[in-house]
């Protein structure tokens, strides 16, 4: 078995079990104008991790290995979000209130699609999910399980909120999970940390981290 790496020890992953999961790279928390800035953050940090986040996606594209991507986004008649969710912020704009980029947060509008550079390719898996979790009220659990996935890598925004949960529920679920440090960001620099630190500390409670270009050179 491959081994990379990682925090706490090394990660072993048997290949062909291996899957990459990114989270909620879309306009919407990375640009301008989407929700991340209408709820009073600077996206500039977020853009950042961008080519980091491409340089993982193309590592398993070379190594054929399956991809998910997932969006945090709404129907447009909002009968997946609720009314708490919504409210949260008291901000001027909310989900499904009209922005520079479309309706905020509302799978189909330009702001939900995810940046230019990490666009999905044919074959590779985009979830639309309501919650901040992946696993909440989606398919995702059914299409690792069918696709035999134990193991999964996961890149994304932001790391202590959709990251975090997202690695929290594979956990529960069984999943081996191992995050690529310099492949996700926060709003909060230092919430990104503690969130790295709460998943390594205990032996690994919630899992492994390692950085991107450990990652890729084991797939190779
Ligand atoms: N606000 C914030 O940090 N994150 C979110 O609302 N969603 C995700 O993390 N994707």
């Known amino acids: 078995m491959p081994v990379i790496t990682a925090q706490p020890y090394e990660y072993s992953f048997p290949t062909g079990k291996i899957a990459l999961v990114v989270i909620d790279m879309q306009r919407d928390f990375v640009e301008e104008g989407g ?20 340089r993982l996606l193309d590592g398993f594209r070379a190594a054929k290995l399956p991809i998910i991507h997932t969006r945090e986004g709404h129907r447009p008649d909002l ?3 609720p009314p708490s969710k919504r409210a949260r912020g008291k901000g001027a704009l909310g989900i499904g209130d009209k922005g520079p980029m479309g309706r905020i947060l509302i799978d189909g509008e ?7 550079a990490l666009v999905a390719l044919p074959g590779e898996t985009v979830i639309v999910k309501p919650g901040k979790g992946a696993f909440y009220a989606t ?17 994304g925004v932001t790391t202590e909120v959709c990251v975090q949960t997202t690695m929290r529920e594979a956990n529960d679920r069984g999943y081996e999970c ?3 440090e310099d492949a ?17 500390a ?8 390692a950085p991107t270009d450990t990652i890729v050179k084991a797939l190779r």
């Open 139 to 155: 398919r995702l659990g059914h299409l690792l399980e069918t696709q035999g996935i134990s193991h999964l890598v996961f890149a």
């Open 110 to 116: 330009p702001g939900n699609d995810l940046v230019p």
């Open 35 to 54: 929700f991340g800035s209408v709820l009073g953050n600077d996206v500039r940090p977020l853009a950042a991790i961008v080519p980091t986040v491409r």
């Open 184 to 200: 996700t960001e926060s709003y909060f620099p230092e919430f990104k940390a503690a969130t790295l630190a709460m998943i390594r």
């Open 178 to 180: 191992l995050l690529a």
């Open 79 to 81: 009968t997946d979000c």
């Open 202 to 209: 205990q032996g690994g409670i919630v899992g492994w981290t």
